[in-house]
């Protein structure tokens, strides 16, 4: 450290692990970071990504000023012009072609960011179109779909009590490169660990022999997409064997029947085939999880993006309760954030609706107030009333994310009259934006986990403020934001906190609450009031002013039971057999009959990587970071395929080729290539992404898979051919 350098803390919003860090910072550069020790959750663990947050923030190519498509060409253009452009066009084109003439595409950094979760909302609410769509339908809508009928509220996620459960199920996942996921838990791998210490169980079912994997008691190499009749078949289990027992939620279930039911054709051996796993080991798996003195069963993007994920989330949730491990302690639990409502007292709800309106190309179903992405291309293609003409992307890349990049590709070129990218990198998508508005780096922005805490294995509350001042010429997030709402509202030239201040008047209202508490709120911006206002009406007895008092966080305890009062439901209970999983299980019954398919398709994650942004960090790049085609030996004898060799890999949306890696990690019959990568697009300003490409593994994809409850893309499980390539 030299003599002006200092240290600030900062919240890591690299993966949903949260970690607390310690950044070293020389004038107004971040050298280093590490873990900060005294961080009440994350206490000093850190991961590759997190150590390279002074290289990521510093990144040359992150654009530094909007840019503003003049005569066809983006060029740097002020903020003013940037927000005028948009006022200009937005509102007009609503005024021609009606709020449905608009679109909104809400990438997975929203989640990461304060702004992300402040404003989005009321974005929506001001352009009250239906076209919205996230990467929710490319990753968890399952699991929300599932919790909404379960519970009544898509938002209660029940996560594994990591540090107290006796035996994990865990599904399709693979925490030691991802960090976790809907399961907040720094240091995720360390937390593993202490559970085979204290002499605790790990199951880990996943076609591939992963980290995670390799740290466990017991691994299941299952045939890809056959996990929810795996479940089936262990819930068939306990009830036949007598070994269910949901203990304290016994009284607040109902559809134990109809469920018990249901499940009578899914026995281990009539799923045996289609799983490639033997009946035997079925029947132990239930048992083992019924015998456990708590269990906790959990899954992830193994689990939801396939064909049949809504099902497999819902039966991951149903062993849960069967087992009586559903919010007891060492199961899983419902965290409770220090930004969620105050609890009310138990009583029935709204319940949860699917299908409350349709997509007008192919009427897919919403799902908690989405489409499906993978049905982005067809709403702007396609002619008619209620087409896309403006689309505003923030934080997206969904020609890499999303399948069939091609075709989406075309779509934003030919198909858009006007398109925003909210993003700080000129990428694959952004380079089709009339306006780009690039969010300074994280170093600039305060930071607070509005949607992770939700998910969090221990409550507990952190705030930090940005590490170093906003450069002169950068616009918070925040700002950018409230700014783009105003603009596409006919509001524009309006201050910024105007739209803080009709978020905080709303949340008062909603909350019963008297509205002088606007005048006593704390806080330098309007997100800090924004949090203050939360906290004051949540759960804890909290300010802003406290979190401020305590900047390595404030631990609010163990996670406790929760039910009845999160209960949502019609009927106030837990409904076990709701009636679009009823309608949906014949598919899976069928599914299990169905001859499988010679070859399929999973991806994989790096633990230096993230979904398609992080490949322009040259610190993280190289070693076993890289886009190869993962087969098993026996297929590349099969195939002819040499280790390093190149691979022609085809199915229904396109084909790509890709380098052949041969490794017994993968099961055979199945090949694995990692997403986000195929970097080769012209027009793009990712100098360090583009001069190793990658392919992208999603142009494999059509768009037509996909799990028709959620709308989620399969992602996993797809049939392919492989090739040499000539
Ligand atoms: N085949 C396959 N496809 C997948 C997956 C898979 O497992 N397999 N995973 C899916 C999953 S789980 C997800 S979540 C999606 C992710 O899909 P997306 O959300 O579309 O992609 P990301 O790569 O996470 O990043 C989105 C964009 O955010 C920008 N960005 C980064 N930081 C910030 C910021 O602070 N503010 C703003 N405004 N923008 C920022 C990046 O530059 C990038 O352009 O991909 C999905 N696609
Ligand atoms: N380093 C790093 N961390 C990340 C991300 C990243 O890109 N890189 N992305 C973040 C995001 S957006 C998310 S959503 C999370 C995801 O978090 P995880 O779900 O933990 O991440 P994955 O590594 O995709 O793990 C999914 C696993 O499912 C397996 N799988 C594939 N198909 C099947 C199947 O049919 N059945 C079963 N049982 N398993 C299957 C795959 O082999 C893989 O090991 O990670 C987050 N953290
Ligand atoms: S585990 Fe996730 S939150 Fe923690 S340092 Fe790594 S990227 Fe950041
Ligand atoms: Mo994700």
Redesign the pocket.
């Known amino acids: 450290m030299s003599a002006d350098s200092r240290t600030a803390l900062r919240i890591c919003p690299l993966?949903?692990a949260t970690c607390g860090l310690t950044l070293t910072i020389e004038g107004t550069s971040v050298t280093g970071a590490r873990g900060d020790r005294d961080d009440v959750f994350s206490q000093g663990f850190i991961c590759p990504?997190g150590a390279a947050f002074g290289g990521l923030d510093a990144d040359p190519d992150r654009l530094r000023t909007p840019l503003v498509r003049r005569d066809g060409v983006l060029r740097e253009a002020s903020w003013e012009e940037a927000f005028d452009t948009i006022a200009a066009r937005v509102p007009a084109l609503i005024e021609e072609y009606g709020p449905r003439s608009t679109g909104v595409v809400l990438g997975?950094p929203n989640v990461h960011t304060m702004a992300g979760a402040l404003y989005p909302p009321l974005l929506l609410r001001t352009l009250r179109t239906p076209n919205v769509f996230s990467?929710s339908t490319l990753?968890?809508m399952p699991k929300h779909v599932a919790s909404g009928l379960l519970f009544g509220d898509a938002h209660a996620i029940a996560v594994p009590d990591l540090d107290r459960t006796g035996h994990l199920l865990l599904?399709?996942?693979?925490?030691l490169?991802?960090?976790?996921?809907l399961c907040t838990a720094p240091d995720f791998p360390g937390r593993l660990k202490a559970l085979r210490r204290r002499g605790g169980t790990l199951t880990v079912?996943?076609?591939?022999r992963?980290r995670t994997a390799r740290l466990a008691d017991r691994h299941l190499a299952?045939r890809?997409?056959?996990?929810a009749l795996l479940l089936a078949a262990v819930a068939h289990v306990l009830v036949e064997e007598k070994l269910a027992d949901p203990g304290a939620l016994t009284d607040h279930l109902e559809g134990l029947g109809e469920l018990t039911e249901a499940l009578k054709e899914f026995t281990p051996e009539a799923v045996t085939t289609a799983c490639d796993v033997d009946a035997a080991t079925i029947r132990t798996l239930a048992r083992e999880l019924a015998a456990a003195p708590t269990a906790a069963v959990y899954g992830?993007?193994?689990?939801c993006t396939?064909e049949h994920g809504t099902l497999a989330s819902w039966l991951i949730d149903v062993l849960n309760i069967l087992t009586g491990n559903l919010d007891r302690p060492g199961g899983a639990l419902f965290p409770l954030s220090a930004t969620a409502r105050a609890p009310r007292p138990a009583a029935p709800g709204k319940g949860f609706a699917l299908g409350r309106w349709a997509s007008r190309v192919s009427g897919h179903p919403e799902a908690k107030g989405e489409f499906p992405l993978a049905a982005l291309s067809e709403e702007i293609e396609t002619p008619g009333d209620g087409r896309i003409r403006a689309l505003l992307v923030l934080a997206a890349n969904p020609v890499l994310s999303a399948p069939d990049g091609d075709r989406l590709d075309r779509a934003l070129a030919e198909g858009l009259d006007f398109m925003v990218s909210v993003d700080p990198y000129l990428n694959e998508t952004s380079r089709h934006a009339d306006v780009v508005l690039p969010p300074p780096p994280p170093s600039q922005s305060a930071h607070f986990d509005f949607a992770f805490n939700s998910f969090a294995v221990r409550n507990q509350v952190r705030y930090t403020r940005p590490a170093v001042p906003l450069e002169p010429d950068r616009m918070d997030e925040s700002e950018i934001l409230a700014r783009l709402v105003l603009a596409v509202g006919g509001m524009h030239g309006a201050p910024a906190h105007t739209v803080d201040d009709l978020a905080i008047g709303a949340a008062l209202a909603a909350a019963g609450a008297p509205e002088e508490l606007a005048g006593e709120l704390s806080g330098t911006t309007g997100p800090e009031r924004r949090l203050d206002l939360m906290l004051r009406l949540g759960p804890y007895d909290l300010t802003l002013d406290r979190l401020l008092d305590h900047p390595h966080g404030i631990d609010l305890g163990p996670l406790e039971p929760r039910v009845p009062q999160l209960l949502k439901t019609r009927s106030g209970r837990i409904e076990l057999f709701p009636a679009p999983v009823a309608a949906d299980l014949p598919r899976l019954l069928r599914a299990m009959h169905r001859e499988p398919a010679g070859l399929v398709l999973?991806?994989?994650?790096?633990?230096?990587?993230?979904?398609s942004w992080m490949h322009n960090v040259a610190a993280l790049r190289g070693g076993s970071n890289v886009c190869t085609l993962q087969v098993h030996p026996e297929d590349a004898a099969r195939i002819g395929l040499l280790d390093g060799a190149t691979a022609r890999i085809r199915a229904a949306g396109g084909e790509v080729e890709a380098p052949v890696e041969i490794t017994d990690a993968v099961r055979a019959g199945v090949v694995?290539l990692p997403h986000?990568w195929g970097h080769s697009r012209p027009g793009t300003r990712m100098s360090v992404a583009s001069a190793v490409p990658g392919v992208n593994v999603n142009q494999l994809l059509d768009g037509t898979l996909l799990d028709p409850l959620s709308g989620t893309a399969v992602l996993?499980?797809v049939p392919v051919s492989v090739t040499p390539a000539s």
Do not use: F, M, Y
């Not at 490169?177 to 996921?181: A, I, L």
């Not at 079912?205 to 591939?208: E, G, Q, V």
């Open positions: 993966c949903e990504k997975n990467a990753d968890q599904i399709g996942a693979n925490p490169e991802s960090n976790g996921s079912i996943d076609p591939r992963t299952i890809p997409g056959a996990d992830r993007i193994g689990s396939v999973v991806g994989r994650r790096h633990l230096r990587s993230n979904n694995s986000g996993n499980a």
